[in-house]
């Protein structure tokens, strides 16, 4: 057995040899910031002041999972804030959505920030539908919020119930 600096060239040899044959993925991560976005809201239960389904496409400002050590509160949470642009008149003026616990693997969340400004088919800009179940604790808000991953693909998907009575179903598809 060869001992001293001719081992050592031997195994480093050896090394070089089967990492050159592990591929490696070296494309870039996704960006979190100005990704192409389709917004599909439904809400009802307003008494018409902004009862209706509302569609838009444009590009979030933010969509994804800020980490720990990026977040301003130390705490890594997913966020979507949409649009990054003047939205005009577009019939989803903003979204701005957060949540705690949709990061790492869960899919899946009960407490979450959610505001939604939508300009109406008489051109009205009604106050934002908002559902906040986080904190919890008051019995007349609920909601549950799904996110799924297909490769570069993030789509949030929400439903629940304000503390006015409104329902919201709401989909969010950033690429």
Aim: some cysteine; proline content about 6%.
């Amino acid at each position: 057995m060869t001992r001293g600096p001719t081992r050592t060239l031997a195994i480093a040899a050896a090394f070089v040899t089967v990492a050159a044959l592990v591929p490696i993925d070296r494309s870039p991560a996704q960006s979190i910031n100005q990704r192409k976005t389709t917004v599909d809201a439904t809400i009802a239960g307003s008494h018409n002041l902004y009862d209706g389904k509302f569609v838009a496409t444009g590009t979030s400002r933010v969509c994804g999972e800020i980490p720990k050590e990026s977040s301003m509160t130390g705490t890594a949470s997913f966020v979507i804030e949409y649009p990054y642009d003047d939205p005009v008149n577009a019939p989803v003026q903003s979204i701005a959505f957060g949540s705690t616990e949709l990061v790492g693997t869960a899919r899946k969340a009960t407490l979450f920030r959610l505001s939604v400004h939508v300009r109406t088919a008489n051109g009205g800009k009604p106050h934002a539908y908002v559902l906040n179940t986080d904190p919890p604790g008051n019995p007349k808000t609920n909601g549950v919020a799904t996110l799924s991953k297909v490769k570069n693909q993030l789509t949030l998907n929400v439903r629940g119930k304000n503390e006015m009575g409104e329902t919201i179903d709401l989909t969010v598809v950033c690429n």
